[in-house]
């Protein structure tokens, strides 16, 4: 899931026409503090966090960037239980460092499963409510974060529903209700992964959306930009038609995309950080459009396997992190933390100054 107002913008715009697209900036400089203010109301800024040793030691290291941690670390199970749990002490020391935790549930086992959504949301929806009330409350978070994706399109209003009771729950205990959702610049029937979410419905009853303005090009796809500048001010332009902007988080990725052009079995993720050595090693040149404010190169394997890679810079990431005055939403949120390093923290605090 920091903050805003425009600091030296023509620093700002001179940098985004003439800044290098290299990979990254050095880590060695602590990042800058980002206020927590954004015309009287806090801006939030969310990381993701999956349990996995990078991200409690980002968790650690990033804190005073972050005001609102969202733990995806919660499974619905196939008999509509719940499995995982958050490293002992992480949520109250969360709280003594100002940040909010969200408990993230999702409908993930190998991938996202629809059958495992429609358990939580129909055949154990009564029991699946009470489980999320009681965890929130009982673990001091602050509410739930519901992440379930590649639902079933005919669960459009089931799911809806579901929210819409959970919100209601988890309300009546003083406790907040925030949705992942895919982005999209319109609502299309067609559109199977994105149909299921009724983006006006869902504004109405929860507290927080959370779009995930990434993958605009996964790597199922064709390469392309993972976050391109225009496709993402499309996809806030549908959303906040929709849904009261102060309730949206914009969705930043600390990865790019690596497509191998000769097998797309090999494709795979990049994490932030990786890019410069990945770069080093393969002696490959950035690639910089100005349309999408993203960045690109090329590579050949050892395996004689051409590549290409699309990601973010710091020029990039602050351009979009801008977004958040823009269209005046609530903050941002990034996936996930143990990918970045200071330079993709460093780029967040300029944006959203």
């Known amino acids: 899931m920091k903050v805003v107002l425009q600091r030296l913008a023509a620093l700002t715009a001179a940098c985004l026409t003439s800044c290098s697209p290299a990979v990254t900036t050095s880590s060695a400089e602590s990042p800058a503090d980002v206020p927590l203010s954004h015309v009287g109301q806090p801006v939030v800024v969310l990381g993701y966090f999956t349990g996995s040793q990078a991200a409690r030691a980002a968790l650690v290291q990033f804190q005073s960037q972050l005001n609102a941690v969202s733990a995806d670390s919660y499974l619905v199970t196939s008999s509509g239980g719940l499995n995982g749990s958050v490293p002992t002490g992480m949520v109250e020391t ?8 969200y408990a993230c549930v999702s409908n993930f086992d190998t991938a996202f499963n629809p059958d495992l959504g429609r358990v939580a949301m129909v055949t ?5 409510i009470t489980q999320l009330v009681n965890l929130a409350r009982t673990g001091g978070f ?13 669960d459009r209003d089931v799911f809806t529903a579901f929210m819409r009771d959970l919100g209601s729950a988890l309300h009546a205990q003083g406790l907040e209700l925030a949705v992942s959702v895919p982005a999209k610049t319109k609502d299309d029937p067609r559109a199977n992964w994105a149909w299921p979410f009724d983006f006006a419905a869902l504004g109405a009853v929860v507290d927080v959306v959370q779009l995930m ?12 930009p993972v976050s391109g500048l225009d496709w993402m001010e499309s996809c806030l332009l549908y959303a906040t038609s929709v849904i009261d902007p102060s309730k949206i988080l914009l969705g930043l990725p600390a990865y ?29 040149t950035p690639q910089w459009n100005s349309v999408a404010q993203s960045a690109s190169m090329s ?5 004689g396997h051409q590549h290409q890679i699309w990601y973010e810079t710091p020029a990039s990431i602050q351009v979009k992190a801008g977004l958040v005055a ?3 939403l609530a903050g941002l949120s990034m996936w996930e933390l143990g990918q970045e390093d200071t330079s993709f923290w460093n780029a967040v605090s300029a944006g959203l100054r």
């Open 256 to 284: 790019g995309n690596d497509w191998d052009l000769a097998a797309s079995s090999a494709n795979a993720r990049i994490a932030w950080k990786d890019l410069s050595a990945l770069q080093s090693r393969t002696g490959a």
């Open 326 to 328: 823009k269209y005046h």
């Open 142 to 154: 602050v509410g739930v974060n519901v992440d379930f994706e590649d639902l079933y399109p005919a």
């Open 124 to 128: 154990q929806k009564d029991k699946m």
């Open 213 to 224: 303005t990434y993958d605009q090009h996964s790597l199922g796809d064709v390469p392309g």
């Open 299 to 303: 590579y050949t394997a050892s395996n």
């Open 94 to 101: 969360d709280r003594q460092n100002g940040i909010r935790t």
